[in-house]
Antibody, heavy 119, light 113 residues
Framework: QVQLVQSGAEVKKPGASVKVSCKVS????????MHWVRQAPGKGLEWMGG????????IYAQKFQGRVTMTEDTSTDTAYMELSSLRSEDTAVYYC????????????WGQGTTVTVSS | QSVLTQPPSASGTPGQRVTISCSGS????????VNWYQQLPGTAPKLLIY???QRPSGVPDRFSGSKSGTSASLAISGLQSEDEADYYC??????????????FGTGTKVTVL
């Protein structure tokens, strides 16, 4: 059974970067499609990007292209999401979630990581 | 701005049937399968329905999904107090990003009266 455990809450200043980790257990990371989804306070779910295991490419939502980097450390089965040039609108809960294929439903979710951007 | 539109709210009394709609287009719902997520207050989303109408193990059969053309629906029959949550539809959209992107609906808050 796949489980995802994310890193703890972060407080960052505008312009800084944040890197959130997501540790996978019960499965091999490379066989999964790892997605990152965020949710601003009182708002809906927003897809940031996901890994396509079929071709090994990461697809980023256009809104975040150039500012987000999603990586994986296969030696530790840990995925990372780094978001740069933070602004107050990036204050949100960030989730990692896995699916069998990039187009499939995300059936396992991490507990979420709160990122607060404030001067 | 989401490309999948849901009503902001829905409500019902215990035991009633509630239906949530999700309107999309030919590039998302019209050509890909629809998933539904339930998010209880203060918790991570949970996959409720996948591939239009399939329930993951453990999801009660009073939750059902359907799809027709560029729209989809989630039905909750025999509404219970623990069903009070936010519900999101989602699908892959082939027209975004060059090679596609995953999109969520605007979300519907279900209230049990």
């Amino acid at each position: 059974q796949v489980q995802l455990v994310q890193s703890g809450a972060e407080v960052k200043k505008p312009g800084a970067s944040v890197k959130v980790s997501c540790k996978v257990s019960g499965y091999t990371l490379t066989e999964l499609s790892m997605h990152w989804v965020r949710q601003a306070p009182g708002k809906g779910l927003e897809w940031m990007g996901g890994f396509d295991p079929e071709d090994g490419e990461t697809i980023y939502a256009q809104k975040f292209q150039g500012r987000v980097t999603m990586t994986e450390d296969t030696s530790t089965d840990t995925a990372y999401m780094e978001l740069s040039s933070l602004r107050s609108e990036d204050t949100a809960v960030y989730y990692c979630a896995t699916a069998s294929q990039v187009r499939d439903g995300m059936d396992v979710w991490g507990q979420g990581t709160t990122v607060t951007v404030s001067s | 701005q989401s490309v999948l539109t849901q009503p902001p709210s829905a409500s019902g009394t215990p035991g009633q049937r509630v239906t949530i709609s999700c309107s999309g287009s030919s590039s998302n719902i019209g050509s890909n399968t629809v998933n539904w997520y339930q998010q209880l207050p203060g918790t991570a989303p949970k996959l409720l329905i996948y591939s239009n109408n399939q329930r993951p193990s453990g999801v009660p059969d009073r939750f059902s999904g359907s799809k027709s053309g560029t729209s989809a629906s989630l039905a909750i029959s025999g509404l219970q107090s623990e069903d009070e949550a936010d519900y999101y539809c989602a699908a892959w959209d082939d027209s975004l990003n060059g090679r596609g992107a995953y999109v969520f609906g605007t979300g519907t808050k279900v209230t049990v009266l």
